[in-house]
């Protein structure tokens, strides 16, 4: 798989992860809603740590400044 993550977005997903992760675990968020920020928090850590995104691929974004050696 092809890194297709700059530093900047990763870091930005690491922070919002984190930040739905504390509302989840603090009670502000509940029920559905705070499921579903649960598994966009788990998705956003993921990508982040791998450096790929799925839907960066499908869409044609690519926002790595290192040019992958072809």
Known sequence: MKKNMGNADRIIRIIIAA???YLYFSGTLTGTLG???LVVAVVFLLTSLVG???LYSLV???TCKIKPSE
């Open 52 to 54: 790929t995104c799925g």
């Open 35 to 37: 499921i579903v920020a």
């Open 60 to 62: 044609g974004i690519n």
């Open 19 to 21: 930040v739905l992760a």
